[in-house]
T-cell receptor
Framework: GAGVSQSPSNKVTEKGKDVELRCDPI?????LYWYRQRLGQGLEFLIY????????KSGLPSDRFSAERTGESVSTLTIQRTQQEDSAVYLC?????????????FGPGTRLLVL | GNSVTQMEGPVTLSEEAFLTINCTYT??????LFWYVQYPGEGLQLLLK?????DKGSNKGFEATYRKETTSFHLEKGSVQVSDSAVYFC????????????FGTGTRLLVSP
């Protein structure tokens, strides 16, 4: 079946503007993760959704960042008042459950550039 | 805290050379260990994993052994191909509570014909 998809693939925005990034997980996957990868750095965890439970937002770097997920489907990551340090690749992943052996499947990412 | 350290790249090799990409970790408890690969223009893909000490993960000719005594999970391949050119990420997942992945910074591998 289809993998994790993300849109847009690239986004260029001006400092101070808001952006929305979208993730479509694999159908049936209850767990969804957002990560950020800055240039030359590893992936940083941002937020985690599991079914209808309250999301784990412990990785969000500031209150400018928020994310929503409708049930077990699409998620959007919103960055308000973007700053240049927000420039990064934003990766979404999904997995079938929060079980110990579940593999996370990643999307191709959204490359965000804040000018 | 939990962290992963892997060798900086790029690693440049000729086709059929032996590959080692070093990865060490720091973790509370007993993590599961992973290698992910990112080919140009594609998303991260799981390459192999090991869930307990002395386990060996293997896939596509790549291998890595979970070494608890040295807290390492080095990636090896006996004979690389041009098609192996990609960025390789070592990661751990602590198997308690919510299981986010903690990644290393990635190592770019360039294989020339």
């Amino acid at each position: 079946g289809a993998g994790v998809s993300q849109s847009p693939s690239n986004k260029v925005t001006e400092k101070g503007k808001d952006v929305e990034l979208r993730c479509d997980p694999i159908s049936g996957h209850t767990a969804l993760y957002w990560y950020r990868q800055r240039l030359g750095q590893g992936l940083e965890f941002l937020i985690y959704f599991q079914g209808n439970s309250a999301p784990d937002k412990s990785g969000l770097p500031s209150d400018r960042f928020s994310a929503e997920r409708t049930g077990e489907s699409v998620s959007t990551l919103t960055i308000q008042r973007t700053q240049q340090e927000d420039s990064a690749v934003y990766l979404c992943a999904s997995s079938a459950s929060r079980g110990k052996e579940e593999t996370q499947y990643f999307g191709p990412g959204t490359r965000l550039l804040v000018l | 805290g939990n962290s992963v350290t892997q060798m900086e790249g790029p690693v440049t090799l000729s086709e059929e050379a032996f590959l080692t990409i070093n990865c060490t970790y720091t973790a509370t408890g007993y993590p599961s260990l992973f290698w992910y690969v990112q080919y140009p223009g594609e998303g991260l893909q799981l390459l192999l994993k090991a869930t307990k000490a002395d386990d060996k993960g293997s896939n596509k000719g790549f291998e890595a052994t979970y070494r608890k005594e040295t807290t390492s999970f080095h990636l090896e391949k006996g004979s690389v191909q041009v098609s192996d050119s990609a960025v390789y990420f070592c990661a751990l997942r602590v198997n308690t509570g919510f299981q986010k992945l903690v990644f290393g910074t990635g190592t770019r591998l360039l294989v020339s014909p």
